[in-house]
């Protein structure tokens, strides 16, 4: 729309406007932008025609699987419904913006962002809105022809029976081609590739499966071949060979009848049988995952509680008034572009129902300030930095931001660093802030596993968890290390449910499990006086962090060895009392159980 708008917003609007711009990002090959939803495409395939602009935003080495589940996440926000699109303040530029800003930090130019409200902002803009919005909703919604969609693909695909291929991809993306696909069945035809497999499998077993292009009683049992790989998962690698075309491998394992099938445990051969039994071949494979993954003996007790999945974090998304926060900095501070910018941010998504309405400050700017005024600063004027951070980490798109920077020097460990450093000279508001910003990392997917499994991170966190956890003089911190307790054990719980190994390293668990036991045993409501409901909540709280920390725990581990040592069944049976009738009162009873 160039030519009509730059000819037509002068009379009547008394601005002018050389176009009113559609946005999308081309990388790897795709264009992905805003309409019926997020929507893809072959680059320049797009219904809106030749783009009158291409600019180059920079590159990024951000991994595509990241990438991707980031994207997964804007989804949530810019969805297809018909009300979802605003042309002014829910539209492509600010899926754009916010793309942008992940896979390059920076976001697209001003005159494009601020486009809207410059029509807002005079008096027929505001009246011609619902008209231009509703012209528009045709153009802006229209859907991609099928021919043109373009699909991005982060992980090996495979075919039936085991083909598979892993796409390459440019712009500094790449798939790891080590890893075999889960779930499928490998056709192997090289001895090399066949090892490579059985090497994968070594913690675990894999199976051989014996054919030839020739055997029809083989091909009988290849839907249920097919199917016992997809039913084992990850927990085991399940290979056919034809030995048709696979001399190399029929000379070294001398099979001379087809089908035949070879298993092995942990990297030994276990068993082999020939034969087209439909009943033995599931017989044998299930045995043989089963002795690979036997069933941890929490599965066979009854816990409703610990035994369900716990997905959602806890956040804290409760917005003070800003006005007081700002003033509580130092002049200089508070006029800051970049804090200006974030205080917009947070009330425009503060008082909007869409979260897109907000479009995202300048992220690398606003982190690059609260570097410095960590340096610069005293701790006593942190607070409202620290607290205007936690309100944007609240949204996905931010937090998923600051999961990519690099976690050596960046902001969130610059943070958890200072405060820890700080020791009992941490002043009591900075340390609470700082419990309630790592609470909400957790909204962002991308963070979850890294908060775990990275260790310049998980230190910083769990001495950050201990301290405020044991921090006698105040429940507010004790609650908020119970609640960052739940987000850290309930992630690392679900990695156990569905058959991954724990995230979460055992020193860590260890470190974690003396300071939940210890902190159940402190709190005794009697002493709170006029908090004894808290009190309560915080001892179950920490009792329901305790539980799904060792539930499914390694039993020859050390956690369940410090446990004992301890006596942690001891001190959370003890609270039993408190919870006569109650919901608690369970809690307390399955929690004794894992323990």
């Given at each position: 729309m160039e030519g009509l708008a730059r000819q037509m917003s002068g009379p009547l609007l008394g601005t002018q406007i050389d176009a009113v711009y559609h946005t999308s990002l081309v990388f790897g090959?795709?264009?992905?932008?805003?309409?019926?939803?997020?929507?893809?495409?072959?680059?320049?395939?797009?219904?809106?025609?030749?783009?009158?602009?291409?600019?180059?935003?920079?590159?990024?080495?951000?991994?595509?699987?990241?990438?991707?589940?980031?994207?997964?996440?804007?989804?949530?926000?810019?969805?297809?419904?018909?009300?979802?699109?605003?042309?002014?303040?829910?539209n492509c530029n600010n899926f754009s913006h916010d793309f942008a800003m992940f896979l390059v930090g920076k976001g697209l130019p001003d005159h494009i962002t601020s486009l809207p409200q410059r029509v807002l902002n005079t008096p027929f803009g505001q009246m011609?809105?619902?008209?231009?919005?509703?012209?528009?909703?045709?153009?802006?919604?229209?859907p991609v022809p099928r021919s043109s969609i373009a699909q991005p693909k982060a992980t090996p695909s495979s075919t039936s029976n085991g083909t598979s291929r892993t796409p390459q991809t440019t712009n500094g993306f790449s798939t790891n081609h080590h890893v075999p696909p889960i779930g499928v069945v490998h056709n192997v035809t090289r001895l090399q590739e066949l090892e490579n497999l059985l090497a994968s499998a070594m913690s675990t077993c894999a199976v051989i499966f014996f054919t030839s292009s020739t055997c029809a009683p083989c091909k009988i049992v290849y839907p249920a071949y097919d199917e016992l790989a997809a039913e084992a998962g990850n927990k085991a690698v399940l290979i056919k060979v034809d030995l048709n075309q696979a001399y190399e491998i029929g000379a070294?394992?001398?099979?001379?009848?087809?089908?035949?099938?070879?298993?092995?445990?942990k990297g030994v051969k276990e068993n082999q049988w020939s034969g087209a039994n439909e009943g033995p071949l599931r017989g044998n494979i299930r045995m043989l995952i089963q002795m690979a993954h036997p069933p941890h003996p929490h599965t066979n007790l009854t816990l409703p509680t610990l035994q369900r999945p716990h997905r959602k974090p806890i956040t804290y998304s409760k917005v003070p008034?800003?006005?007081?926060?700002?003033?509580?900095?130092?002049?200089?501070?508070?006029?800051?572009?970049?804090?200006?910018?974030?205080?917009?941010?947070?009330?425009?998504?503060?008082?909007?129902?869409?979260?897109?309405?907000?479009?995202?400050?300048?992220?690398?700017?606003l982190s690059t300030f609260i570097l410095s005024s960590l340096r610069t600063l005293p701790p006593s004027t942190l607070f409202p930095i620290i607290d205007l951070l936690r309100l944007a980490l609240v949204d996905?798109?931010?937090?998923?931001?600051?999961?990519?920077?690099?976690?050596n020097t960046g902001l969130i460990l610059a943070i958890l660093s200072h405060v820890v450093s700080l020791g009992d000279d941490c002043p009591y508001t900075?340390?609470?802030v700082t419990v309630h910003l790592s609470c909400n990392l957790f909204s962002s997917p991308l963070y979850r596993p890294q908060l775990l499994s990275t260790p310049s991170l998980t230190s910083p966190l769990l001495n950050l968890l201990t301290s405020s956890l044991l921090d006698t003089a105040h429940v507010p911190s004790r609650a908020a290390a119970a609640s960052l307790a739940y987000n850290i054990t309930a992630f690392n719980h679900l990695?156990?449910?569905?058959?991954?190994?724990?995230?979460?390293?055992?020193?860590?668990?260890?470190?974690?499990?003396?300071?939940?036991?210890?902190?159940?045993?402190?709190?005794?409501?009697?002493?709170?006086?006029?908090?004894?409901?808290?009190?309560?909540?915080l001892i179950r709280g920490l009792i329901l962090a305790?539980?799904?920390?060792?539930?499914?725990?390694?039993?020859?581990?050390?956690?369940?060895?410090?446990?004992?040592?301890?006596?942690?069944?001891?001190?959370?049976?003890?609270?039993?009392?408190?919870?006569?009738?109650?919901?608690?009162?369970?809690?307390v009873k399955e929690v004794a159980k894992v323990l």
């Open positions: 090959g795709i264009e992905y932008f805003f309409g019926m939803g997020v929507q893809t495409c072959y680059p320049g395939s797009t219904h809106h025609g030749r783009p009158m602009e291409i600019l180059s935003l920079g590159k990024t080495d951000l991994p595509l699987e990241i990438i991707l589940e980031y994207l997964e996440s804007l989804k949530a926000i810019y969805t297809a419904e018909s009300k979802s699109y605003d042309l002014f303040l829910h011609l809105k619902p008209q231009i919005d509703s012209a528009m909703r045709g153009i802006t919604q229209a070294k394992y001398q099979v001379r009848a087809t089908p035949t099938f070879m298993t092995f445990l008034p800003l006005d007081k926060l700002l003033a509580k900095l130092d002049p200089k501070s508070r006029t800051d572009p970049s804090i200006t910018a974030l205080k917009d941010f947070i009330t425009t998504r503060t008082s909007s129902t869409t979260l897109a309405n907000a479009p995202l400050p300048p992220l690398p700017t996905p798109r931010v937090s998923g931001y600051f999961a990519e920077e690099d976690h900075l340390r609470l990695q156990r449910l569905d058959g991954a190994s724990d995230l979460l390293p055992e020193g860590a668990q260890v470190e974690l499990a003396a300071a939940l036991v210890e902190g159940i045993g402190r709190e005794d409501n009697e002493n709170e006086n006029n908090n004894k409901e808290s009190s309560k909540e305790l539980g799904l920390l060792v539930y499914g725990v390694d039993q020859k581990g050390e956690v369940v060895d410090l446990l004992g040592v301890i006596g942690a069944r001891e001190v959370v049976e003890r609270k039993k009392g408190l919870f006569v009738g109650g919901e608690g009162e369970e809690l």
